[in-house]
T-cell receptor, first 111, second 111 residues
Framework: NAGVTQTPKFQVLKTGQSMTLQCAQD?????MYWYRQDPGMGLRLIYY???????DKGEVPNGYNVSRLNKREFSLRLESAAPSQTSVYFC??????????FGPGTRLLVL | QKEVEQNSGPLSVPEGAIASLNCTYS??????FFWYRQYSGKSPELIMF????GDKEDGRFTAQLNKASQYVSLLIRDSQPSDSATYLC???????????FGQGTILTVHP
């Protein structure tokens, strides 16, 4: 039981490049979330998926897209990376409302 | 105004003392409240949650909720150096499954 896994752990991009962050959970959770964490800002919700087949915007969705591929997997895509997207990205999942379990994070640097 | 506010600290307490972490929230519709601990370079991990007014105890941790004052706190008794981390307060409001996080309080427990 791996919980929530994320790939890659680290990534360096140049401005304008695209990439997809992958997230998977093996806890049979319905809901999945993508957050970014910046110094002094806490965790900010980018997108979430309450159930398979649905996605909704969070607090800071601009510049990102998501795909809920199936119940296990929820990916985050940066179409054209910008330096402002340099951050640590966390994926989380929950069975129903509320209690969320986090993956190990992806550290992204955009030059 | 941020919906969940925490004193960013750092809060420094001696080993064996009680550490008191505080959090206020602005959304009166918030239902549940969560405390996460985050070690440097790691992902947040749930310590406890509370949704009823009053105190909830779990080992050395006590969460306190006062909905009238819109105030949540976390007490850590017999603080240990291993408790040194950033503590994140989060609220669950009326939007399904969505958590709003405070910016976190850095706690340092010194021997």
């Amino acid at each position: 039981n791996a919980g929530v896994t994320q790939t890659p752990k680290f990534q360096v991009l140049k401005t304008g490049q695209s990439m997809t962050l992958q997230c998977a959970q093996d806890m049979n959770h319905n809901s999945m979330y993508w957050y970014r964490q910046d110094p002094g800002m806490g965790l900010r919700l980018i997108y979430y998926s309450a159930s398979e087949g649905t996605t909704d915007k969070g607090e800071v969705p601009n510049g990102y897209n998501v795909s809920r591929l199936n119940k296990r997997e929820f990916s985050l895509r940066l179409e054209s990376a910008a330096p402002s997207q340099t951050s640590v990205y966390f994926c989380a999942s929950s069975k129903q409302e509320e209690t969320q379990y986090f993956g190990p994070g992806t550290r992204l640097l955009v030059l | 105004q941020k919906e969940v506010e925490q004193n960013s600290g750092p809060l420094s307490v001696p080993e064996g003392a009680i550490a008191s972490l505080n959090c206020t929230y602005s959304d009166r519709g918030s239902q549940s409240f969560f405390w996460y601990r985050q070690y440097s370079g790691k992902s947040p991990e749930l310590i406890m949650f509370i949704y009823s007014n009053g105190d909830k105890e779990d080992g050395r941790f006590t969460a306190q909720l006062n909905k009238a004052s819109q105030y949540v706190s976390l007490l850590i008794r017999d603080s240990q150096p291993s408790d040194s981390a950033t503590y994140l307060c989060a609220s669950s409001g009326t939007s399904y499954g969505k958590l709003t996080f405070g910016q976190g309080t850095i706690l340092t427990v010194h021997p």
